[in-house]
């Protein structure tokens, strides 16, 4: 099976001299949801602005593919890369949606790769483009705010609202940079059962950073850890015992290993946890 996103050889130097990369080599399947995991300082952040094109590599170090299509090549950014991008979403830990427009207007921005120039610039929208959008909302739940402009939204909503963005914008693949970073654990349990219901209903490659393993081993069945840019760990989740991450992060996995699992606290009675079943997102009718 072809890799829905490869990386070879991708080496990131800042310009202070630290190595944020360092010879990174990962192939990740279409339809796995896999957890980015490290201290502070790993490169989790750096490798997915890495693979969505935000961000480019050293010159003349290796490439990233996304579904056959170049991201970049030998630390230059694909001519293309719009187009690539189409078929990528992005949810940022701190959201980024214009605080000052309605959320469904958030939400549509997902389909403007879709749209005529000037339809953008007017922000005007079809009828079944916005019937979209708030199936988008009603699957994340909060159909009810689509009026309100995203400032009103607290911070898990407005989580909720760019995965929305996501789905409008038919990514086959999500990449999520720490989405639960700065959120509550209610939020931070919705945002994840959001992810993994859409990595499972639509087939969406999800790969997302996380700061907490717990979290990673609840909902990603494979991890990768990062430690000082290199790729130190890669395979199941259920493997990543204390043991093991002090194994591999040495005096760093204390920092790892102090955040708890707040997740699990929080499990509605009756209601099966991330790693088996999960119920359905509700559709809208």
Known sequence: MDAAIRV???DKTFDSGRKALQGVDLDILPGEMVALIGAS???????LRHMAGLMAADA???????????VQRDGRIAADIRGVRAGMGFVFQQFNLVDRLPVLVNVLAGSLHRVPAWRSLLRWFTPAEKTRAIEALSRVGIAECCNQRASTLSGGQQQRAAI????????????????IASLDPESSRRVMDILARVNQEDGCTVVVSLHQVNVAMKYCPRTVALHHGRVVYDGASAALTPALLRELYGADADEILALGDHITSLQE?????????????????
């Open 60 to 70: 003349g170090a290796g490439t990233i593919e996304i579904h056959g299509r170049t």
């Open 269 to 285: 009675p009756g209601k099966a946890p991330a790693s088996g079943w999960i119920p359905p997102l509700a559709h809208a009718a």
């Open 41 to 47: 300082g790993s490169g989790k952040s750096t490798l």
């Open 8 to 10: 070879r050889g991708i």
């Open 164 to 179: 929305a963005r996501a789905m409008v914008q038919g990514a086959r693949v999500l990449l999520a940079d720490e989405p």
